[in-house]
Structures are given as structure tokens and as C-alpha cells.
């Protein structure tokens, strides 16, 4: 179908299948092959092309984060565990909209695969009003409690407190911007344009990077704020990435626009599809957060200096989710366009190919890990226990490297489909039960410190991997009927 904007786009190996029973496209046991007149080299490079702007895009955004904590770092082991107290109340916060925008992403899928681009115009529509409420109730409230979040998260001296607390009231201040961001982002995901987010992102990150420079110590006449800086900072390249994503969406150059001229008024058939999705998916993710926030206590029961060696290693292992999660980006958006044509057959065999590319990753990063994990935690800190201590958990993080890799990938494919319930019960079982009861009995029964916390963390990783498998293998994702 014709686009409306007239917009040329790329020609994929979708386009290719030809119409027909599914059934002929099984070989003779039963396993979904190539459709005649598309080849393995088309649908690589349709995973490919969407995921490596969203690769670099996620790369740099946390290499931006290491950079930032590699500068609050230098202000000691108290003001690590400070930012350190803030990212889960902040994730907490950030619950409505990261499940509002999994609807988002998926119902644009949707519409892009079945050649309705006005519906997915209003999907966007409809995305961005709902952040924009939710965001502005959840931003005021994040300001208000931000004390209290701190304190829940049990901070371990009035030091840490204080500068969590600091570091929490600016970040709601820039909460909204965040917010919008990540609906646009979301969209653009949706039709396969990772490459424009990548764009404005990165251009943010750097922003970013630079005003940490000047506001943490004081630079070229800036005043030297320190915590408040960094976070500063960061509010200061959230802006960046809203302005240009903004002015992006409303020119409309692409497949999709956000047109002032067309209603904004809630439409309740629309927001019902997003919904669908996105309620699983957010009580996914208030479960999780649930279970993260007794995790993250206990942790920081340890001390400060267990609690800064401990952020630290997290920081490092979030960066080894960019595979996983950049490739899930290719999973779910085209999972769900081939959803969206009818075509199931076609939306298996990009998810396999895209873990099967995912995993070359995963391999590298354990590699990486186990030869250099010494001087990744260096760039940190000099301080000997955070160093020794966390040489020792990146090893742990090695290990996880394939499981974290099939996991992201595989939900999101599941996601693509608007399979969130599952997801939401598997989070829920590790998340809730695994990961923080293992922690409190393996560091208050057995004494094994941070160790036992991140022999928690591997269990709850490796189940988790291996329900999420179990779940895409049933195959009911394929059949799934949601809302349009």
C-alpha cells in the first residue's frame, strides 16, 4: 500500500513474501523455512539495519552514564552510592511511561506491517498525551518524596542521603522531557527508524558529557556543584534530545508525523490496543521495581563501600545489555510489522536470526569481561577493595553474557507480538521471589556479603532466560489477537 507522505522507504524481505498459504512455507518436519524469493542474506539485513543505530544509540547512552559515574567516582565511594540509591525510585517513577510505551512500539508495528499509517499517527498522538499526563503527576510526586524514596532504599550514612536526595529533586525537574523523549523514541522503533532516535541521542549524550565537565568541577567559570552537577547535567542533555526529537516528529519527514491539526482528544479504542500491551508490561515493571528495591536494600546494608563497588559492577553489566537490548529493537519491530501483514511464518524466522546474530555479541563481551575486567572497574575507581571486589563479579557477569542476550532478544519478539502478559508473570516469579530472597538468605544467613548478592542476581538472570525461552517456544505469541 501506497504511504500517504509519499515517502520512499527501503524495500524489505517482507515485501518479498509472496502471498499464500503458510502452511507451504514448513518444510517436512514441521520448521518454518525461507519463503521462495526472499534469502537468509535479506532478512540479516533487515535485523542489521534496524539494530545498529539503536546499538550505537544504547552503547553510547551508557557509555555516557560510565563516563558520568566515572567523573562522580573522583568525589569518593560515598558519592557513588549516592546516585547509585537514586536509580531505582527513578526506574520506579519511570514505570508509567516505559509500559505505555511498549504498547506504542507494538501497535505501530502493527499498523506499519498492515499499511495504515493514519492509525499509527494516532497511536503517536495518543502516546504523547498519556506521557504527558502521567509523567507530569509522577514528576511532581518523584520532587516531593525524594527524601522519603532515598531513605526506603536504605541509604547507609546521612552523606548518601543527602546527596541522593539532591541528585533525585533535579532529575524530576527534567522528568518530563525524559518522558516525551522516550514516547517519540518508541514510535520511531515501531516503524524500524532507529536510526533518527540514534541521531539526537547521541548529539545528547555529548551535551550531556560536557556540561558534567563543567558543572562537577567547576569549569570555565561554572560553578562547581559536584553531585547536583552531574545530575544537572544529565537534565541538561535529557532537554537536548526532547527539542530535537520534538522538531523531528512534528516535520514529519518520515513515516510517521505528529500533526497538531488532528485531534488529541483521548480516543478510547486506540487507547484501549496501547493499554492491552502496556498494562502487562507495567505491572512487569512495578513488580520488578518491587523486587529491585529490596534488593537494592539489603545491598546497601553492606556499606557504602560495598554499595559504590556494587553500583559499579551494575553500571558495567548494564552495559553489556546493549546487545541484547538493541537487538530486541529488530525482534519486536519486525516481529510485530510481520504480525501485522499475517504473515507468522515470517515473524519466527526473524526472531531466530536475530539471536542467532545476538549471540556472536553475547560471546564477545564474555570474553571481554573475563580478559579485562580488572581495568574496566580501574576506570572507576582507585580505591583497592572496589577494584579486587569487582574484578571478581565481572567474571559472574562473563557467564551471564548469552543467557542476558536470548532474553532480551526473545521478550522482544514476545513484546512485538503483544505477548506482555507472560513476560510480566516471568519477572514477576524471578524478580519478586528469586532475586531478593536468595539475596537476603545467601548475605544474612551464609555471610557471603556481595558475593551471595550476585550469585542472587545469576539465578534470577538464568531463570528468567530460560522461562522467556520456554514462553516463544510455545508459539501462541504468533497467534495472539489485540485490539486494533
Known amino acids: 500500500m501506497e504511504e500517504t507522505n509519499q515517502v520512499k522507504r527501503r524495500t524489505m524481505a517482507l515485501d518479498y513474501v509472496p502471498v499464500g498459504d503458510i502452511e507451504e512455507q514448513k518444510n517436512h518436519k514441521g520448521k518454518i523455512t525461507v519463503p521462495e524469493g526472499v534469502t537468509n542474506q535479506m532478512i540479516y539485513k533487515d535485523i542489521v539495519l534496524i539494530a545498529w543505530p539503536s546499538l550505537i544509540e544504547l552503547l553510547l547512552t551508557q557509555l555516557a552514564s560510565m563516563v558520568d559515574m566515572m567523573m562522580v567516582g573522583k568525589l569518593g565511594s560515598t558519592a557513588i552510592s549516592a546516585v547509585g540509591l537514586t536509580v531505582q525510585p527513578k526506574f520506579l517513577l519511570m514505570t508509567a511511561f516505559m509500559a505505555l510505551n511498549v504498547g506504542v512500539t507494538a501497535m505501530v508495528a502493527r499498523y506499519k506491517g498492515a499499511g495504515e499509517p493514519e492509525k499509527a499517527k494516532l497511536i503517536l498522538r495518543q502516546g504523547v498525551l498519556m506521557t504527558l499526563v502521567l509523567t507530569s503527576i509522577m514528576s511532581i510526586l518523584g520532587f516531593i518524596f525524594s527524601e522519603k524514596l ?50 539526537y541521542n547521541i548529539i545528547a549524550n555529548v551535551v550531556n558529557v560536557i556540561f558534567n565537565y563543567f558543572l562537577i568541577y567547576g569549569k570555565f567559570g561554572f560553578p562547581r556543584m559536584e553531585l547536583a552537577g552531574a545530575s544537572l547535567a544529565t537534565v541538561i542533555g535529557q532537554t537536548v534530545a526532547f527539542i530535537l526529537a520534538s522538531i523531528i516528529i512534528i516535520r514529519g519527514k518520515g513515516y510517521l508525523k505528529l500533526e497538531f491539526n488532528k485531534s488529541f482528544k483521548p480516543d478510547f479504542k486506540a487507547l484501549k490496543a496501547i493499554f492491552q500491551i502496556g498494562i502487562p508490561s507495567a505491572i512487569e515493571q512495578l513488580l520488578m521495581r518491587f523486587g529491585m528495591i529490596v534488593y537494592t536494600r539489603t545491598v546497601a546494608g553492606l556499606g557504602d563501600v560495598a554499595y559504590a563497588t556494587h553500583h559499579v559492577c551494575m553500571s558495567i553489566q548494564a552495559l553489556s545489555f546493549m546487545v541484547g537490548q538493541g537487538f530486541a529493537v529488530s525482534a519486536t519491530s519486525l516481529v510485530g510489522q510481520s504480525l501485522g501483514k499475517k504473515r507468522t511464518d515470517m515473524a519466527e524466522l526473524y526472531s531466530k536470526r536475530t539471536s542467532a546474530i545476538g549471540y556472536v555479541g553475547a560471546f564477545i563481551l564474555t570474553a571481554l ?116
Not at 580501574?378 to 557477569?397: A, D, F
Not at 502478559?421 to 556481595?450: E, K, S
Request: glycine fraction near 10%; charge should be positive.
Open 369 to 484: 569481561f573475563l580478559i579485562a575486567g580488572k581495568e574496566i572497574v580501574m576506570l572507576y575507581t582507585n580505591e583497592v577493595p572496589v577494584i579486587e571486589t569487582g574484578t571478581v563479579i565481572l567474571r559472574y557477569v562473563a557467564f551471564l553474557q548469552p543467557f542476558q542476550c536470548m532474553q532480551f532478544i526473545l521478550a522482544g519478539a514476545l513484546r512485538g507480538a503483544g505477548d506482555t502478559t507472560a513476560t510480566a508473570v516471568i519477572t514477576a516469579v524471578t524478580m519478586m521471589i528469586i532475586r531478593p530472597v536468595m539475596a537476603l538468605v545467601l548475605i544474612n544467613v551464609f555471610g557471603l556479603g556481595l558475593t551471595g548478592a550476585w550469585f542472587a542476581l545469576i539465578a534470577d538472570q538464568v531463570v528468567r532466560s530460560l522461562l522467556i525461552f520456554a514462553r516463544y517456544k510455545t508459539g501462541k505469541w504468533k497467534f495472539l489477537r489485540i485490539a486494533q
Open 150 to 199: 532515598i531513605a526506603l532504599m536504605g541509604a547507609p550514612t546521612p552523606e548518601s542521603l543527602h546527596g541522593g536526595t539532591v541528585y533525585l529533586q533535579i532529575q524530576m525537574a527534567g522528568f518530563l522531557f525524559l518522558a516525551l523523549t522516550s514516547t517519540i523514541t518508541a514510535a520511531l522503533r515501531g516503524v524500524g527508524d532507529s536510526k533518527t532516535a540514534m541521531i
